[in-house]
């Protein structure tokens, strides 16, 4: 039990580390280094020496590379090459807050809905209910999710005549509802958008459990099948399906950064934006780091979700 | 291997974990004929449609991409009249037009994205199904860390290295999505590498070449189509992210993504919202129809293959 719970999490670590190395030696890619950028036209050979000495990037890119996840590690980002004297530190903790509040009302909210729809779906396959269920999250799945939101904005502002077509105003001093009103469109944007594959992955989950042999037991036993459902199928179908709840969030992480730029309020994802649109490297190795390694811990907590509740799985041949 | 063992006691397993998503490989190859539900006739019509706008498109577009239809009215957002069977848009150009130009920019990007992908991710996984152990783990483990990364954030990261501009975008996502290709067709290769017909196959003396197009792929077939569809819709969501966040393909260039980004502002003060909905349907409509006729294909290959999209 426990050697593969350790090994697993070293390979999260490790994949880690692997996609630091990607994203630094990407971020490298870029013309020009810090220094120059820094200085910018009022460089001379000498200022430029000294600033590249100051900042270690007359050292060999490995040691570069160490030095920098170092100081990662430790929490000490470095400063914005574009909004002046700015460490990358104070950028993120002013931005911050309203990516985490979409992403984790999304969690709260939009799961456990989901999660409950498709179980009922899986209760009753082939139903009315089900057929309208799937058909919709087949809709929803593939379509992009400016796509979700335009509806949203449409049915929310145009046809309910509510609200606004961007979030304006400041979240200071908010209670959970007032955040969930205030937040109204990115989450209900998001929440389709995690809901439509959330639904099936659990259906497909559950329906997969209900085929097995114990099941078909329980059924011929004559146990109603909603108890069926619940008391046989539903425990065997936990792990499976926090599984691929993480999966999911994992999505909402990236799927948070177009819904950002749609619907007009700052936070990390149009932070990391406005990274590349400066060319700000500091800055987007720092959130591409933070948001590839919250995605590689979810898909983690969904690989050791599958593993603990799976006991064949345990056990590797 | 652990992977696909699972498939003969799936029974017994819940399966549904990253490592045990195969659930699309069959035991035997698909049988009977291929017929189209009506859900996916639907998607092979609106497929269809969309390819020829994006082949003949810009021919028959009334307008230039960047003409203005009516060059003395100058008010952006106006509302659908005759010459502009869609309205304007925020700078006054014909909507209908452009996401005539744009399907042609927005599918082309995307379908040379994903046959590129196609090309290294079946090259690498089917020749690291034959090829020894150390050279397979080595690829294997080089592309796990490639999907660790969330697509959108790696093509942020490329593009701030290198601009923007089509060749980057479809080198991009040809990069960005082989390695689930990799992963699919390793895992299909090694599956169909170890059944008793390819053993007789080869203790009958064929070789590689009948080996690879007369025993592999008519087996891999199916599976490889299907994903290919599925692909087609990531790779269509990609670009159409990117240029929606302003970082694909550039304006004054027409692009479904990008069209939706230049006229958001037309939710809040445009006469009307078909500035934004055009393109945004165009995508959607686009996707689903493929999706649509995925579901059919993967149903008929066996597996349900869109559970995993």
Redesign the interface.
Known sequence: MFPILIKKIGAGLLTTLGVSIVIFVGTNLLPGDAAQIRLGQASTEDSLRALREELGLNLPLYQQYFRWLFNFVQGDFGTSLASGNVTIAQLISDRYENTLIVSSLTAMIGVPISVGLGIIAAMFPGTLYDRILTLGSVTLVAAPEFFTATLMVLFVVFFLGIGNAVVVGSIEDKNLVELITHFILPITTLCLVIAAQLIRMTRAAVLNVMSSPYIEMAILKGIPRRRVVMRHALLNAIGPIVNVVAINLAYVVTGVIVIEVYFGYSGLATLIVQGVQTRDYILIQTLGMIFCATYVILMMIADLSSILSNPRLRHPK | M?KL?KNED???????????SFDELQDAPPSGKFRLSF?GKIGVVVMVFWMFVALFGQFLAPFEENDLPFPDDYSEFQKPRPGAWLGTDVDDRDILSRVMYGAGRTIGISLAGVIIAYVIGVTLGIGSSIAGTRIDLALT?FF???L??????FG???????GSSIPVLIITAGTIFSPVVFRLSRALGMDIMVMDFVEAAKVRGEGYRWIIFKEIWPNAAMPLISDFGLRF?YVI?FV??LS????GVQPPMADW?SM??EN?GA??YGES?IP??AP??A??SL??G???IV?DVSAHAGG?L??R?
């Open positions: 652990s063992k799936e029974h017994y397993v819940a399966p549904f974990s990253a490592e045990v859900t483990q796990n860390i490639m660790a990364i969330p697509t959108i954030m942020l990261v490329v593009v701030a290295a290198l819709i969501l159409s992210s929606f966040l302003g970082l993504g939706v980004r958001l939710l809040q919202v934004i909905l945004a349907i995508i959607a996707t689903v493929i999706n649509l579901d349900k869109s559970g999209l």
